[in-house]
């Protein structure tokens, strides 16, 4: 009998570092919580998940933390989880923005039509994606990733179910997510073909050999990054995400134009840093139609948006440009390949941040307002300053004016685009400075709006707004004015973010 | 097995190109949610043949694996996509995607 078990008992158990994946495993228990909270507690006490989940979130930071000191990759799986300083960054940063996110929503959930346990064990769900997302290095995990982020996700943009509007949102994210992930999966599928292996390492090296000369490997790469490209919303695959943003629920609208799009960008740059790196020729054209086209296209429809929600769904998709432009010249040294991946990380932690802010004050507004016109921001500095000044604060970081947090995420871009020195950087700079004034054009309306227009239906009733608002808006207020003057937090944390080579 | 020694991986290869290609054409001209819900599971269906004809010709476990993989975030993303249908086919028999356009600009 034992004789016929060998070959199976002789299987050696992977050396597991229990360590490296507390933040996930925490998040799990807290999932498993959530659900078994849900279930057995009554309608009226189901606030409680909300409380549960963001505990969850708050103790998945303190290994992040741990982990941060100790310091040193952790090399799991034979390459395929990797726990270096890039992952330990964006995990915190997707840790920060889910719990902000869950300020965000416990008065509008608990207030709305909604269900609540399954809203936040899908949130959290969510998350857990996202962090695995930041480890993942081999193409399984990242597809597996992707989808645990996604799939909640696609859930929680139609949960207005009642709405019209709602089904819309989660029907058109569905069908643009699945597809996108079907596209990425034959590129994955053909790159599997031509490497036999699905570890980015191993992907990278025979990149730089034999195989990247060879067609198909363009094929597959492109396929690949369209895939992601489907994920930030960069045009031309950006339609489902005005749409979805409108329909879904807000706290949901900022955590998909955020987090999702955050982990759209991970993904990007494990794969062209990690594995595509050699066919730079491929990439580099891609990325700078992709985000040439993603900032005009972006900018221009956003101009005459006149739905406040849906202002911010066509900047996000203008961010995502930002965000993709200094992709445009990644590989071309070694040195610029640094300052794009400095540049790339630092616009996402500050963006997240920012963005964040903006829709809490727009949640805010919207709760007394019960209207998403930009004309209902009218008159709001009479009868609520607080909250017309910091939503100037985050208008005017999102279009990069000094000293707020913004212009340093776009000065970053520029000196990423500007050191390669060659004619696609430097056109691409003139690109992104072009649209940053247009941007500035609909950031500043709003404004204006706010500070010296009327209130449309005279209503001067002060905004009462709710504890946890308050604090979202309060941290991520904070954070746009002090990092602000002192850039040089972020630019530490981005310039630390590097890949833990090998493995 | 005796077939593929013989004709090699190039036809099957072929076969998954052809099916997501299909696939993908459908999805964008097709209206019907549920059609075009079918086409995603051809193109994945296609790209796990990719999968499993390299694994053979490379001789390793890994691609069949994915396979796994696939076939079950498949079945998970059914489970969500028809909830989503029939949420909306509560709400408007009969709707097709030209039907939800209520926000457009």
Redesign the interface.
Known sequence: MLAALAPVLAFARPAIDWHALAPEIILTATICIVLLVDVSTSERNRWATSSIAGIGMLAALIPILTLAVKGGPRIMFGGAYVVDDFALVLKALFLVAGYVTLLLSTNEIAEGDFWEGEYYLLVLSSVFGMTVMASARD??TI??AL?MLS?PA??LA?WR?RE??G??A???Y??MG??A???M??G???I??GT???VLAEIGRQIHGSFGKEPVAALGIVFVLVGFAFKVSAVPFHNWA??TY??APIPITAFLSVASKAAGFVAILQLVFLAFLGRGDVIRPLMWILAALTMTVGNL?AL??TNIV?LFAYSSVAQAGFMLAPLAVVGSSASTTREVLQAVVGYLLIYTVVNLGAFAVIIAVGRKTKSGEISSFGGLFEYAPGLAVAMGAFLFALAGIPPLVGWFAKFQVFKALVSQGGASGITMAVVVGVNSVIALYYYANIARTMFMDAPPDGDRTPIRVPVPLLAAMGMAAAATLVVGFIPGVVAHLAEHATFALGG | MMLASTLGPTPYLVLGAVLFTVGAVGLLVRRNPLVMFMCIELMLNATNLTFVTFARQLDDVGGQVIVFFVLVVAAAEVVIGLGIIVGILRRRPGATADDLRLMKG
Do not use: H, W
Request: aromatic share 14%.
């Open positions: 193409l399984i597809f597996i989808e799939i696609y859930l139609g179910k019209v509007k089904n819309e989660g029907m058109k569905y069908l699945v597809f992930t079907a596209v999966l034959y994955m599928s053909l599997y073909g036999n292996s699905t005005p749409d409108e329909g429809i005459r948006q849906r």
